[in-house]
Every structure is written in C-alpha cells, then in structure tokens.
C-alpha cells in the first residue's frame, strides 16, 4: 500500500533520487532537518552540502519539489504502519478503509515535527498538501483509490458510487480533520475523521 501513490504519480525528482547521488545526499539531509522540526532552506542546504544554490537546484529542482519529496516520503512509512494496524485489528472490508485511513491521520495528527511544519508554513503546506499543484494529493488519492477496490470492490457500497470518487471523498475527509486548525481554526481530530469515515463507507 505503501508505494502505491508514487509508483501511480512519480515526479522528475522521485525518478532522479534513484540514480543521482547528489540529488539523493541533498534529499536525505532536507529529511533529516524537516524531522528534526526545522525549516528546509536552500541556501543554508546548499552550504552544508558544500555546493552553490544552482548545483542544488540542478540536481533537486525548486523548494517545493524538495518538499514535496520529503513529505511524501515521510507518509509513506506512515501509511504501512497504519495497513499494518488494521491487518493485526483482523479486521474486512468498510470497517479495514476506515481503521487504516483513521490510523494515518491520527499518526499525522501526532507528528510534532509534521504540525510544526503546518504551523511555521500554512499556506504552502495546504498548497503542497491539498492541490495537484504536487504529487502529494494525486498519490493519496491512487492509495485510497486502490485501497477501496482490494477491500470494497470495483463497486462499493452496493454500486452507489464508483472507487474513484468514493477516494476523493475519503481523502477530502482525512484532510478535512488533519488540516483543521489551517482550514477552519478548529483542532484537528483522528476521532471525527473516524465517525465521518464510518458514515460515508456505511461501516456502521
């Protein structure tokens, strides 16, 4: 489940940190400063890797890409944690999409050096978060997509809706309650997102 999203929507820079050294060793020291609750500058990375910013751009392409990258990569162990938590619950179908996608925002919801990021960045965080103007959404939504069909079918809930759309809305409602606190002012909460996921799979 895990590799879905980037095997579905992979970007010039996924592709490159698997050949490209440099490009690799620029994107493991912007994750670990990213983990680390710091904010990814370019400057100050191009520095510590002893290179000019056009050498980093060359080999990462812009800030967001970098970005974009990091996170995703930071889901990913993130989403296997959470298919494995509903593998261990021995639990099917509805009940299965709304354990996994509850314990991936409950996780997110947790992750100090995640809010951190939301805090000091807002506006970029929902735009690389919550748009196609990155990966990020379009590999949620292919993970979401393939998980509905391996647990619900290629028409779930009875054929009301397909998977596609079904996705959609599962992943608007897991950012509906990650990114509360941005969107609304409200507080994030894994328990809303739970309720909401239940009502709209019919889990209860």
């Known amino acids: 489940m895990a590799t879905v999203g980037l095997e579905s929507a992979p970007s010039w820079l996924s592709e490159r940190l698997e050949t490209h050294a440099d490009a690799r060793r620029a994107f493991d020291e912007a994750r670990e400063t990213f983990i680390a609750g710091r904010r990814i500058d370019m400057g100050a990375l191009a520095t510590s890797l002893g290179v000019d910013r056009t050498s980093l751009f060359r080999w990462v392409g812009n800030r967001d890409a970098l970005l974009s990258e990091v996170l995703w990569s930071l889901a990913m162990p993130t989403l296997a944690q959470a298919e494995e938590a509903g593998d ?117």
């Open 88 to 204: 261990e619950a021995g639990l099917a179908g509805a009940e299965r999409v709304a354990a996994i996608l509850t314990h991936f925002v409950a996780d997110l919801n947790r992750a100090d050096y995640f809010r951190q990021f939301l805090r000091r960045e807002p506006a970029r965080a929902l735009r690389l978060l919550t748009t196609k103007e990155s990966e990020i959404q379009r590999r949620y939504l292919a993970t979401a997509e393939w998980l509905v069909r391996r647990d619900l079918g290629e028409t779930p809930l009875g054929g009301a809706i397909d998977p596609a759309s079904l996705a959609y809305l599962l992943v608007r409602v897991s950012e509906s309650f990650t990114y509360a606190d941005l969107i609304t002012g409200d507080q994030p909460s894994a328990e809303r997102a739970r309720v909401a996921f239940r009502v709209l799979l019919r889990a209860d």
